[in-house]
C-alpha cells in the first residue's frame, strides 16, 4: 500500500514540477516528503494526462481566451440587436464557416425580415450562409438546429432546396438525442409547415417518438406544446397524454388551458375528465380571464357540448365589464357559443344589446344577424326592444340582399321567435329562388333550413295577419321532417305514450308522433267533446296534418289537444324557461287552436308509478281546459 501511494505522490510531483508554489494544489507536506526521500523512487517519472491539463489551464490562465471573434454571449446580443436583415447579411463573409453562427444568424434574419423574403432567399450571401450551415451541420447544437429549421420555413425557402432537405434529415436523424422539451417545441413550429408529404412524414415520426417517451414530460409547456401540435396527429398520444393533463392541470394558465381546450375541438375530442379539471381549476383560480381567452374557451366549450354552469357564469362575470371593447367579431363568437350551450346570463345579454345599439355602424349585417340568431335561441327580448328593433329594421332593410340564403332565412327566423318579424322580411324569405335551395334536401343542412322555412311559414299564417304572401305550396310542406318524427323515443316520450294508451284505451281516440304542417311535431293529439268525453279522431278534418281523410267539422264545445313533452335539452341551462324554438312551438300550437298539455321532465321524474303519472295527466287536462274556458 505504501508502495502505491509513493507512485501516486510522484506522478502529482511531477505534473507540478512547472506549478509555482502559489499556485500548485498539492500540499506541501507531500512535496517536501517526496523531495527528501532517502530511497530513489522505484518506477521513472512520466508526464502524465494530468500534467498535460495542467500545463493547459497555465498558459490558458497566463495568455488569457483564444480572441476568435465575441464570445457566444456576446455574439447572441450583437445579432438580436440588428433590426435588419441587411446588416445581418454583411456578416456572411465573416462566420459563414462557423456553422453555429451561421445557424443563429439565419434565424434572426427570419425573425427581422418581414417583406422581400425572396430577395433575402436569393441573396449571395444568404446562399453562402446556408453553405456554410450544410458543410457543418452535425456540429450545430440542437436547440440552434431546431431554431434554423423555423427560420428557413418562415423565409418561405423552397421545400426541394438541398439545404432545407439537409436540416430537416439531420433532424429527423436526430430525433432520439433531442430533449422532450426540445420535441415540443419542434412539434409546435413545424405543424403550421406541414403540407408537404416530406414534412407529414416528419410529423409522424416526431409523434411516434414522443410516444415512447411520454412519461417524460415533466412541465406545462412542453405538455400543451404536444397536445396542441401532435394530437391530431396521433389520437393514441392524446389518450396518453389524458393523465399528464389531470396531473398538471392546477399548474396550467389560462392560456394554456385555453390552447388545450382548442386542440381537444380541433380534435373534436370530448375528454369529460380534462374538461372538468381544467374547468375546475378556472373557476377556483382567482385570476380573472382576459376577453380573447374566454372567446376562445367558449367556442371550444360549444363545439364539444360541454356546459358547466360555474365556468361559463364565471367567463361572463369577467367578459360583462368589457363588452363595449370586444371587437363584433369577438361579440358574434361569444353569442354564439353561449346560445349553443343554452347559457343564459341576462346581464351579459343585455349589455351585448347595448353595445350593438352603440356601436351599429361597426356591426357588418352578417355579424348582427348572427347576435340576432343567438338572442332567439335563448329567447331573450332585449328591455329596449323597441330601440333595438328600429335598429334592426334600418341596418338590415337595406342590406338583405348582402345576405347568404342560409344567413337570410336565419335572420327571418329569429325574428319570428322574438315576433319582431315584418311583412317585408317574411316576403324576402319565402321567395321561390330562397326556398328552392333547401326545401326537399336530404343532409342534414337542408332539412335544418327547410324546417326553418316551413315555421316561417306558419308564423306569416298565424302572427301575421297583414302578410300577403307569397307563401310555401301544400306539396313542400309533406318533404319536411319535423325533429323527433320518425326517430326512437326518449324515455320520457316513451313512459307518456304507454300512460296516455292507459288514460285512451281506444286507439281512435289518440293519435301519436303527429307531424303538422306548422314544421313542428306533437307526441299525441285527441280530441275531447263538451263533456270531456274521448272522439275518435277519423271522423273529423285536421287541416294542421299533412294527410287527413276525415269529412265532419268539430261538434260545437269539442276541443283539440295537443300533447307536447319538454326535454332537458329544450330548456335553458339550469332554467325552467324554454329556448326560443320550443317557445315558438308553443305559441304555433296554441295560435292553431289547439289546447296544449306540456309535459316538462322535471315534473314528470318526480312521478313513481303508474297511477301517478296516469293521474298527472289527467289533472293537466282538467287545468288546460279550465284555463281556456276562463280566458
Avoid at 297583414?466 to 309533406?478: D, I, N, R, V
Wanted: proline share 5%; aromatic share 8%.
Amino acid at each position: 500500500m505504501a508502495a502505491r501511494l509513493i507512485r501516486r505522490f510522484s506522478r502529482l510531483l511531477a505534473a507540478s514540477s512547472s506549478i509555482p508554489a502559489s499556485t500548485c494544489s498539492i500540499p506541501s507536506e507531500c512535496i517536501r516528503a517526496c523531495r527528501h526521500h532517502p530511497r530513489p523512487l522505484a518506477l521513472p517519472l512520466h508526464t502524465s494526462a494530468l500534467c498535460k491539463y495542467t500545463d493547459n489551464l497555465l498558459a490558458l490562465k497566463q495568455n488569457g481566451p483564444r480572441m476568435n471573434g465575441p464570445n457566444e454571449k456576446d455574439f447572441l446580443a450583437m445579432i438580436q440587436s440588428m433590426s435588419s436583415p441587411e446588416p445581418l447579411l454583411q456578416m456572411s463573409s465573416e462566420y459563414s464557416k462557423n456553422g453555429n453562427r451561421a445557424a443563429a444568424i439565419i434565424s434572426q434574419i427570419a425573425k427581422v425580415t418581414e417583406t422581400n423574403k425572396a430577395e433575402v432567399v436569393n441573396d449571395k450571401r444568404f446562399m453562402e450562409l446556408l453553405s456554410g450551415v450544410n458543410k457543418q451541420i452535425q456540429m450545430i447544437w440542437n436547440v440552434r438546429l431546431i431554431s434554423l429549421l423555423r427560420g428557413l420555413y418562415v423565409l418561405g425557402v423552397d421545400g426541394k432546396s438541398h439545404y432545407l432537405r439537409s436540416v430537416e434529415t439531420e433532424v429527423r436523424w436526430r430525433l432520439r438525442k433531442f430533449s422532450i422539451e426540445l420535441l415540443g417545441r419542434l412539434a409546435r413550429l413545424i405543424v403550421p409547415y406541414a403540407q408537404t408529404e416530406e414534412r407529414k412524414a416528419l410529423m409522424q415520426d416526431l409523434a411516434k417518438s414522443v410516444e415512447l417517451r411520454w412519461t417524460e414530460v415533466k412541465d406545462t409547456k412542453t405538455l400543451v406544446n404536444v397536445i396542441y401540435s401532435l394530437s391530431q396527429v396521433s389520437r393514441t398520444l392524446l389518450e396518453r397524454m389524458e393523465d399528464k393533463v389531470l396531473e398538471y392541470a392546477e399548474l396550467f394558465t389560462p392560456e394554456e388551458s385555453r390552447t388545450i381546450n382548442m386542440a381537444l375541438a380541433a380534435q373534436n375530442c370530448r375528454s369529460l375528465p380534462i374538461l372538468r379539471a381544467l374547468s375546475f381549476h378556472l373557476v377556483q383560480r382567482n385570476k380573472e380571464l382576459g376577453p380573447s381567452v374566454i372567446v376562445d374557451l367558449a367556442y371550444a366549450y360549444a363545439k364539444l357540448n360541454f356546459s358547466q354552469h360555474q365556468v361559463l357564469y364565471k367567463m361572463a362575470s369577467d367578459l360583462l365589464p368589457k363588452v363595449s371593447e370586444l371587437s363584433g367579431k369577438e361579440m358574434t363568437g361569444c353569442m354564439r357559443s353561449f346560445s349553443t350551450l343554452r347559457f343564459f346570463n341576462l346581464p351579459f345579454c343585455e349589455a351585448i344589446a347595448q353595445a350593438c345599439l352603440e356601436n351599429s355602424s361597426s356591426l357588418t349585417p352578417t355579424q348582427l344577424s348572427s347576435i340576432i340568431l343567438s338572442f332567439a335561441h335563448l329567447n331573450f327580448m332585449p328591455s329596449q326592444h323597441e330601440e333595438f328593433f328600429s335598429m334592426v329594421v334600418q341596418r338590415l332593410s337595406t342590406e338583405l340582399e348582402s345576405l347568404s340564403p342560409p344567413m337570410l332565412v336565419d335572420l327571418v327566423w329569429a325574428l319570428c321567435v322574438l315576433q319582431l318579424v315584418t311583412p317585408a322580411f317574411l316576403q324576402k324569405a319565402l321567395e321561390p329562388q330562397i326556398y328552392n335551395q333547401f326545401m326537399g334536401g336530404v343532409n342534414n343542412k337542408s332539412s335544418n333550413y327547410s324546417l326553418k322555412l316551413t315555421q316561417i311559414n306558419a308564423a306569416a299564417q298565424l302572427e301575421c295577419p297583414e302578410y300577403q304572401g307569397p307563401l310555401l305550396p301544400h306539396s313542400l310542406l309533406t318533404t319536411v321532417t319535423p325533429p323527433a318524427a320518425g326517430s326512437s323515443l326518449s324515455p320520457l316520450q316513451s313512459d307518456l305514450r304507454n300512460v296516455l294508451r292507459d288514460v285512451f284505451p281506444d286507439k281512435d281516440t289518440c293519435n301519436f308522433s303527429v307531424k303538422t304542417v306548422y314544421g313542428h311535431h306533437i307526441d299525441a293529439e285527441f280530441i275531447l267533446d263538451s263533456e270531456n268525453n274521448p272522439l275518435a279522431l277519423i271522423n273529423f278534418t285536421d287541416p294542421h296534418v299533412l294527410h287527413n281523410n276525415g269529412i265532419n267539422a268539430l261538434p260545437e264545445g269539442a276541443r283539440r289537444f295537443a300533447v307536447k313533452s319538454w326535454e332537458y335539452s329544450n330548456f335553458c341551462l339550469r332554467s325552467k324557461d324554454l329556448t326560443g324554438g320550443f317557445a315558438l312551438c308553443r305559441r304555433h300550437l296554441r295560435a292553431a287552436g289547439f289546447l296544449v298539455v306540456e309535459v316538462p321532465f322535471y315534473e314528470w321524474q318526480e312521478l313513481k308509478s303508474e297511477r301517478q303519472k296516469s293521474a298527472f295527466l289527467k289533472d293537466h287536462i282538467k287545468k288546460v281546459v279550465a284555463e281556456a274556458m276562463s280566458a
